[in-house]
């Protein structure tokens, strides 16, 4: 039987973004790690940074807004706020970004399939 997996906050491993030097992340299930079909983390990004227009290619990107306050654009449907309790689904392919931090973001992204 497969055990399950349990991440308290004072046990998320920050790293820099891959990408992005202002940016942090919190891998919480990767199949990197975990051996999972998706991917779940944290991404803390500082009030001000700047984030390009990007896709990814293979997975959706759902995020859930934890806290801060900042706009998104996604192709299709334009500017959003991302606000305490914003829910987007980004279809894999379509362009996004975040802009506009007006205070620091912390936000849960999942990736299905998982990043590679």
């Not at 030097?21 to 975990?34: A, P, T, W």
């Not at 051996?35 to 009030?47: A, E, G, I, Y």
Request: charge should be negative; glycine fraction near 6%.
């Amino acid at each position: 039987m497969e055990k399950g997996k349990a991440v308290q906050p004072n046990e998320v491993r920050w790293e820099p973004h891959p990408q992005l030097k202002e940016v942090k992340v919190g891998y919480l299930l990767s199949n990197r790690d975990d051996k999972t079909d998706l991917t779940c983390l944290l991404v803390r990004s500082p009030k001000g940074s700047r984030i390009e227009k990007h896709e990814h290619k293979n997975s959706d990107d759902i995020i859930f807004v934890i806290k801060g306050r900042a706009t998104i654009w996604i192709d299709g449907l334009g500017d959003l706020p991302m606000v305490p309790g914003s829910f987007f689904r980004i279809p894999k392919g379509v362009m996004h970004y975040p802009h506009d931090i007006e205070e620091d973001l912390l936000i849960y992204d999942v990736f299905y399939p998982y990043l590679a």
